[in-house]
T-cell receptor, first 115, second 115 residues
Framework: NAGVTQTPKFRVLKTGQSMTLLCAQDMNHEYMYWYRQDPGMGLRLIHYSVGEGTTAKGEVPDGYNVSRLKKQNFLLGLESAAPSQTSVYFC??????????????FGQGTRLTVV | AQKVTQAQTEISVVEKEDVTLDCVYE???????LFWYKQPPSGELVFLIR??????QNEISGRYSWNFQKSTSSFNFTITASQVVDSAVYFCALGFSGGYQKVTFGIGTKLQVIP
């Protein structure tokens, strides 16, 4: 059981380049999330999705776009990377059982460096 | 506003010592949830525990125990007889009903257990 898988695990981008991070979950979870983790700031929510075809902004959405065309996949896009987007990105998923009965499962993270 | 404070940014202990990780939270909501996650050096986040605001019972799971005190808005985590494998960053988080997008993470406490 793979759980939540993020691709790639590492990436170096030049300023202005674009890229897409892929998150795939095999647990049939309804909710999926993208976070970024920065030193001294914990995890901050970028975007999230409550179901296939739906997305919403989180705490720090600027500079990112997302899509959830299939239930199992949640893509995070950077259209024009900036050094401020250097971070570790985590994807998470959660089942919808009541409003709050389940914990989130996280991927292993993607370390992105923008130079 | 919701806030989670983990005042200890880094802790070092010698193996077999007990260690307590502090978590203080702020919220005006009466219904909320508290979480602890572990992030080992491999990078993934591992769910440890969830506690809702109506349940102040302390919990013990092997060498791990949690002390929830609403009077002091604290949800502290104690590791008894620490082991090297406990070395990780530990995150406390505060959440609310209505979706995981409302989870606020602390900045994390890095625990190093020295053999």
């Amino acid at each position: 059981n793979a759980g939540v898988t993020q691709t790639p695990k590492f990436r170096v981008l030049k300023t202005g380049q674009s890229m897409t991070l892929l998150c795939a979950q095999d647990m049939n979870h309804e909710y999926m999330y993208w976070y970024r983790q920065d030193p001294g700031m914990g995890l901050r929510l970028i975007h999230y999705s409550v179901g296939e075809g739906t997305t919403a902004k989180g705490e720090v959405p600027d500079g990112y776009n997302v899509s959830r065309l299939k239930k199992q996949n949640f893509l995070l896009g950077l259209e024009s990377a900036a050094p401020s987007q250097t971070s570790v990105y985590f994807c998470a998923s959660r089942a919808l059982i009541g409003a709050w009965d389940t914990e989130a499962f996280f991927g292993q993270g993607t370390r992105l460096t923008v130079v | 506003a919701q806030k989670v404070t983990q005042a200890q940014t880094e802790i070092s202990v010698v193996e077999k010592e007990d260690v307590t990780l502090d978590c203080v939270y702020e919220t005006r909501d009466t219904t909320y949830y508290l979480f602890w996650y572990k992030q080992p050096p491999s990078g993934e986040l591992v769910f440890l525990i969830r506690r809702n605001s109506f349940d102040e019972q302390n919990e013990i799971s092997g060498r791990y125990s949690w002390n929830f005190q609403k009077s002091t808005s604290s949800f502290n985590f104690t590791i008894t007889a620490s082991q090297v494998v406990d070395s990780a960053v530990y995150f406390c988080a505060l959440g609310f009903s209505g979706g995981y997008q409302k989870v606020t993470f602390g900045i994390g406490t890095k625990l190093q257990v020295i053999p």
